[in-house]
């Protein structure tokens, strides 16, 4: 057998073999549905704390949420002081702030959005996004990995429109769970901008649910902001008045 023929049949084999490690790989967008299964309710109820690790030093932000579907929220701090009674308020696209100290409510919109939310590493642009991913991104399997020793899939998602916050993303999805465990989000020129990585997950209710977080923005220097789930009740009821702008001043 001349070199040529032996190089060519070789060429073949790792072909073969790419091809059919292609064919053991789950469907992206298959995956990601299983994502936005897991953790989707009618609405949900969040008690949490946000651990923030600034340059002047660490401090924690306890707060609760109120979740209904994909399209409402509202959020009140609860301490420290300095923050208890500020409130935020999502309906649909239009997210508004209030301030006690100021006693003013302010819609938050434009580059505002990319501010961040109490010095944190985290958005007022983050907490608006609709947590459906399959609605904001198209996703294909890129491999598979293993984070905190659990088998995962590696999946790369692109945004369908241009008015998405981060035009890529590499997520990893706990294979059996369908819970994220790690993911960067990329802008348009392929610039790193945010991490998080998950660093425990716990069931509640039928949900498997991340319970801590760290949030790293890579432009900016610091430890990053960690987030510990206290308690989530899914499918509460929650009162209609809960989301209108009066409950923003109450």
């Not at 979740?67 to 002081?81: A, D, V």
């Not at 958005?123 to 608006?128: I, K, Q």
């Not at 923005?217 to 610091?222: A, F, I, M, T």
Request: proline share 4%.
């Amino acid at each position: 057998m001349t070199p040529t023929v032996i190089c060519l049949n070789v060429i073949l084999l790792f072909a073969g073999a790419a091809v059919a490690a292609a064919d053991t790989l789950p469907d992206g967008e298959a995956v990601l549905a299983r994502v936005d299964d897991n953790i989707s309710s009618r609405n949900k109820v969040i008690e949490s704390e946000m651990i923030i690790h600034g340059r002047r030093g660490t401090r924690t932000v306890e707060s609760r949420s109120w979740i209904e579907g994909n399209r409402q929220s509202f959020t009140e701090y609860l301490s420290p002081p300095r923050e208890r009674g500020t409130k935020m308020l999502k309906i649909g696209e239009e997210l508004w702030t209030f301030a006690p100290s100021t006693d003013r409510t302010i819609r938050i919109s434009g580059h505002m959005l990319r501010q961040s939310v109490l010095g944190s590493d985290l958005s007022y642009e983050d907490l608006m996004e609709d947590p459906k991913l399959a609605e904001l991104y198209t996703a294909t399997t890129a491999g598979a990995d293993s984070v905190l020793g659990r088998p995962c899939w590696v999946l790369e998602l692109t945004a369908r429109s241009e008015d998405i916050a981060y035009h890529t993303r590499r997520v990893w999805v706990d294979q059996e769970r369908a819970v994220l465990l790690r993911e960067e989000r990329f802008a348009k020129s392929g610039m790193l901008l945010k991490t998080t990585n998950v660093r425990s997950v716990s069931e509640i209710d039928g949900h498997w649910v991340a319970d801590h977080i760290v949030f790293r923005d890579e432009l900016r220097q610091g430890q990053g902001t960690e987030f510990l789930l206290q308690r989530l009740t899914f499918d509460a009821e929650i009162p209609p008045h809960v989301f209108s702008k009066a409950s923003l001043r109450k």
